[in-house]
């Protein structure tokens, strides 16, 4: 559909008398739907706005449909004059057709407050006003501010106060003193340019650029040399444009936009001036040019639609286009306006269009609907602010009560929205400290982070404003399980997840590192979302998501979701309609790619941790058969745990009958059947039960099982070294690990090999300035954590993607505005696609690589990590096995580490 069919639509009225229809020449519809579109003033910004010259024909008369378009509105019409450049007024001279422009656009007759203004009138009266020839200069001066004093208001003279006791004598004086002296001090001021406060519309003419106003020194001198006589001398050019540029400033203030001020918000159509019989050589042509030449030497735009009708335009512009090109002509020369105005080109802001004579067909008939201006915002409306303030306050008290909470606080301000649910947690997200997730003891590290990433948000933010917005600036919402875990005090039960946002917070830092001169590097905010205990209020988290992509254009993916379950799977399948991408650094349930065509996977999917442990088993463990044991939450299912459900499946497949034993197992079961046997014992379950798992097995005593592996999700439970304090030290656990690349060993290995990668993300995790504590010290025992590298893998891949769009949409000019509009979701993650389709992604925790029709990686790498001393904290798990790909170059195979 053609931009101009909807509004030609909205243009033809369905039931009017056949007197009321105008016949219109062919592209007649096409006009009137682009000066509709022009003079609808968009909600945010401004539009610049061209001179329309209407090139008049024999049979083509378009300035009576004009005016009944302007002029006969149902509602609010919009605020424009009609001028004639061959009758009088508008026969004179620019000054008398700025005049007569005044008085029309002045008049209380709109729909809406009147215009006002404040510098035109000022020099049009200068102009106006003669100082006597001969007279003394100080004398000259004298009257000139007695003048303007007068015009400001006239003084009423008041006789000297008598009669009355001293006292009251005294104080009549003092008062007829104040009266006489303070409104001759407060002029002065003003006129002096000295305080910042009084006389703004004076100080402006000393600082506008017609007339050389710093020769003057000061106002009262500059304003002598704009009076009858004195200003005989000046260039009468440069006069006209002065007034031409106080005119258009006055609608500037006019139509600024003032946040404490709703009524400024109450103009929603641009004023326009209709000027007839327009000519190169008559005082028409001579408005229109000088109106190009003031908006392209002062550089400012103005609210001022001008469409001027005459017989032929200026002979310096490019043959006319035809009204049925209106749109395409508009849209030409919008594009072409930077560079005409740098070059300075005649005609720069005209638009020519004349009536298609080649066009056969018949003329318009339907009726002409008049354009009104569209309705304000609500907000703005003259009875809203009051009414405002009384259902604001009737319903604080619902609104603190229903969302307010311990440990959930909504705001007002920023990028906050969260509610508290009928469980008692807090679901939302939040982009600054007012609100932190999590209040529970024991849970100071989980705070820490996201007080870190909230803090760099602002630091985010200021560097991209000191840049002058030419960065590309993106937000990444990080979606998880914050809330609702029963844990000690002692006890860090978000591990996944903290590690997760420190991940996501190292990638953030290492863009706020970038030199301030790379104006191609991205930055990057994150807001914090929470979806509850086992992401059950995830689609309530998600409906908020949806409303902040749609307000922040900036809000390009989401990071996350922890665990793979129905619930993950539905806020997938939601936040796929909204059409945000979503990249899960941790979630490997088989086929979740199946729920959003926009998923990307970080790590291997299950079946990849099935083969790997399966080829461990035959190739080094040298055994068969094996006992399988899995568990999932209190209230879940394995239809509802899609990672304990694909995993025990994948097993199955891939083991067939040398499974002898398949169960579930449930807290306070005993596992002495399990004592000694040689097989290999393999614990399918979620990392919260593998507690009580250890110390059932703990009956064994002297004769534990043979080789106990375990999947992934325990590594959650070896990052917490109040849970691993109690398990048996005689039973070695060998566990799936994806991120066995990114400890500090192999990261260092990495750093003296010259790997920049994960040389700088050693470096960053290191810093004394962003995770709490540092990791991979010299002397230190804290390891990076198993989620670290994947979030800041998932991260960095979003942001390359952008990086490669910046790039690629501002070739030629990499210090251009960032435009946060110019990309969106869906094109970032096909850019991810693309970018990792051939060789991949070189991620800190390996090599990241997608086929064209699924979001899970190939040859993802994966191994297996031993600890011989559960309880011992001290040691770092070794690795003992691995499959995939580490990077580009190396294969993808398994074998012992």
Known sequence: MRRSEVPNRELIGQRQPTAGRERLPPGGLELFALLARLLRRPRRGDRRLPLLWLVRSDTADLMLPLRR????????????????????????????????????????????????????PLADWLMQQSLTAGVDADDSRAALVRRLRDRRGPRTPEALPSGGDAVSIVSQVLLWLVRRAVPGVVFRAAVSGRVPVLGRHYNWFMRQQYLAPRQSVTFLGFAERLTAGWRDGEQPDQVNKLLLHAFLEDLRQAYRRRPWRPSDWRRTAYPALLLDHVAPGNVGGELVCLVGDVRTETGRNDPLLIVASGGQPPPDLPEPHPLTEADEAYDEWAGALPEMRRLRRPATWLVALRPDETDTGPPSRGGLRPFSAPDPPWWSRRFLPTALALVLVATLGLWVTSRWGLGCHPSLTGQVSVEVMGSGECVGYSDSARQVFNNDPGQERLRTVQKRIFAQNRAAEEVWQRSER???????????????NLTRADEESYVSEREELEGMATAQYALLKESAGAGGAALLRIVVANGGRQMTYADRAVAMLAELARDDPTVLGVVGLVESRSSTARALRDLNRVGLPVLAPTLSAD??????????????????????????ARQVLKVDEAHVFYTFL?????????????????????????ITRLDEWSTGQRLTDECGYPGLLFYAGRWSEFDGFLRALRECGGNPPRHLVADDSV????????????????????YVSKASLATCALLRAAQDRRDDARASFLSWIQADDLLDPP?????????????????????????????????????????QRWEPDSVNPVGVHAEVLRQNAGQGYP???????????????????????RVEQVPDVSTAPVEVFRCGAADASGPAVCGPA
């Open 69 to 120: 378009f302007l002029g006969q509105g149902p509602r609010r019409r919009v605020p424009h004059a009609v001028l004639d450049a061959d009758a009088p007024p508008g026969a004179g001279d620019v000054p008398a057709l700025l005049r007569e422009l005044h008085r029309q656009l002045s008049l209380e007759a709109f729909g809406a407050a009147r215009l006002r203004f404040r510098h035109y």
């Open 591 to 616: 086929k979740m790619d199946a729920n959003s065509r926009l998923y990307l996977q970080i790590s291997a999917p299950n079946k990849d941790q099935v083969k790997l442990v399966d080829t461990y």
């Open 634 to 658: 209190e209230g879940s299912s394995l239809t509802e745990d899609l990672y304990v459900g694909t995993l025990v499946d994948d097993l199955r497949k891939q083991f067939g009958p040398r």
């Open 470 to 484: 030419r960065r590309p600036l993106l937000t990444l919402v990080y979606l998880g399980t914050l809330t609702g």
């Open 775 to 815: 990791r991979c010290r010299p002397g230190s025992e804290e390891q990076v954590g198993e989620r670290v590298s994947l979030a800041y893998d998932a991260s960095m891949m979003m942001v390359r993607a952008v990086e490669s769009l910046a790039a690629r949409l501002h070739p030629a000019n990499p210090r």
């Open 715 to 734: 590594n959650r439970y070896m990052a917490n070294p109040g849970l691993r304090a109690a398990a048996p030290g005689n039973l070695p656990v060998t």
């Open 843 to 865: 991620g800190v925790a390996g090599l990241i690589r997608f086929t064209p029709d699924s979001g899970e990686p190939v040859d993802k790498r994966l191994a297996l990590m």
